[in-house]
């Protein structure tokens, strides 16, 4: 039997994620954060007006699946091609810097553990939980600036997309080294015929849609048949590699990118994720949170997971992204995009929970990490882009000058 319980709660959230959508944007903050918010206050922490459940899951994961081919779909091959070997550097010590810094902190508060024992698997875990990166609100942040389709955003797409599978595999391990029945060599096997996989029947598709592309040029067919391709290929990656639903959607995008009618399609699917999938993807990690349960040990430890969290991120990334040649400013945009948490983060900490690698207690940690680096995020990626403008009218207005005083 049909719940029309559900029709209420989406009634809710699209009418608390625009209103406050609306005022984040009147308070020069970007759409996305009010969204968020709008989830919080919602949810079972603040008004318990709306309770998550398996359907609002689901449509939040169409949501992001969305978003993530719309990203592929304005990604410059070019570009992406260019960042692709610093994005893979990026990516590593995306990795690498919280990974250590999260063991760290856990041994920090529990002290430390012989190696092989659960407190050091844990320590380890939280570190893993780290390494996650969620660039949805990235994108939407950048789309909303316009700066989706620059070197600085195709360089967060690219290493987000890396840090994500390295991420996977890191997780891998560390379950085998925990359960002798996991086989971590697998997921490595998988991970390269997955892209194997995408190469060979991506390079067919592209030549089909192309083909279909300008038989029937701007028609609703294009769209459609994208959008299933998108959805064919996140099953695939999930299902019969392993790989993250969002990656697979990801690499669709990118595999179409290079059509005709790219620009078309993409402009369908942000109709879809602007007027449903986007607001309840986005109020849904809101929903998420829940602050019952918790005591001072586990608030200071939160205070610590999350600031950790968001600095080896920055340090990782940044350093990285200023050694390969970027500016100081490109730099701290690149390590400020790598830093929001979302799906991912939940994936793996599920996945830690469900292995014993992880107590329930933490997943408050995990939570408040990803509400306040989806809502911090976009407001200093703001404040970045709007310092480049200023800028940018300085150095016009000097020029303007220069050239009047020389003429006069």
């Known amino acids: 039997m049909v719940s029309y319980g559900i029709f209420k709660d989406l009634a809710i959230i699209l009418i608390f994620a625009k209103l406050f959508g609306i005022i984040a944007r009147k308070c020069k903050a970007p759409q996305v954060v009010g969204e968020i918010i709008a989830g919080l206050l919602i949810g079972p922490s603040v008004l318990g007006l709306v309770n998550q459940s398996d359907f609002l899951i689901q449509m939040a994961e169409i949501g992001v699946v969305l978003l993530m081919f719309s990203a592929g779909l304005e990604t410059n091959l070019k570009d992406l091609i260019k960042t692709g070997p610093i994005a893979c550097l990026i990516a590593c ?27 050091f698997y844990t320590a380890v875990f939280i ?6 990166t ?8 950048l789309k909303e600036l ?13 290493a987000a997309i890396i840090d994500d599978i390295i991420g996977i595999v890191v ?10 029945d996991s086989n971590p060599g697998k997921v490595v096997i998988n991970t390269i015929l ?36 998108c959805f064919a290929l996140s099953f695939i990656a999930e299902h019969y590699f392993g790989i993250a639903d969002i990656t697979g959607a990801y690499v669709a995008g ?72 970027f500016s100081n400013n490109d ?30 207690v933490y997943f408050t940690s995990v939570i408040f990490l990803i509400v306040i680096s989806s809502v911090v995020t976009p407001i200093i990626l703001k404040i970045l882009y709007a310092k480049d403008t200023e800028e940018s009218e300085k150095k016009r207005n000097k020029v303007a000058l220069s050239l009047f005083k020389k003429n006069c």
């Not at 810097?97 to 063991?103: A, F, N």
């Not at 699917?269 to 849904?284: E, H, K, R, T």
């Not at 990690?285 to 920055?314: D, P, Q, R, Y």
């Not at 983060?345 to 599920?350: G, M």
Request: proline fraction near 3%; hydrophobic fraction near 45%.
């Open 93 to 119: 010590a995306g990795v690498f810097v919280p990974l250590l810094g999260g063991s760290l902190l856990y041994m920090a508060f529990y002290g430390t553990a012989p190696w092989g024992s659960d407190g």
């Open 127 to 132: 570190g893993v939980i780290m390494t996650a």
């Open 134 to 141: 969620s660039v949805s609100i990235t994108v939407q942040t």
């Open 146 to 158: 316009g700066k989706l389709k620059g070197k600085v955003g195709t360089t967060i797409l690219s």
């Open 171 to 180: 997780l891998t391990f560390v379950i085998g080294f925990k359960s002798p």
């Open 194 to 229: 997955f892209f194997i996989f995408s190469f060979v029947v991506g390079f067919i598709s592209y030549k089909v849609f192309k083909k279909v592309d300008e038989r029937y040029p701007h028609t609703r067919r294009i769209p459609i048949a994208g959008l299933a391709y």
């Open 254 to 325: 990118i595999i179409l990118c290079s059509i005709r009618d790219s620009d078309y399609i993409a402009e369908k699917m942000d109709i879809n994720s602007y007027m449903l999938f986007g607001p309840v993807f986005f109020a849904s990690i809101g929903l998420k949170t829940s602050i019952e349960n918790v005591n001072g040990e586990i608030i200071l430890f939160t205070v610590g997971f999350v600031l950790v969290a968001l600095l080896t991120k920055i340090i990782g990334c940044g350093l990285i992204s200023k050694c390969c040649g």
């Open 331 to 360: 730099s701290l945009k690149i390590g400020i995009g790598m830093m929001t948490r979302g799906e991912v983060a939940l994936i793996v900490s599920q996945k830690g929970l469900s292995v014993g690698l992880l107590s329930p």
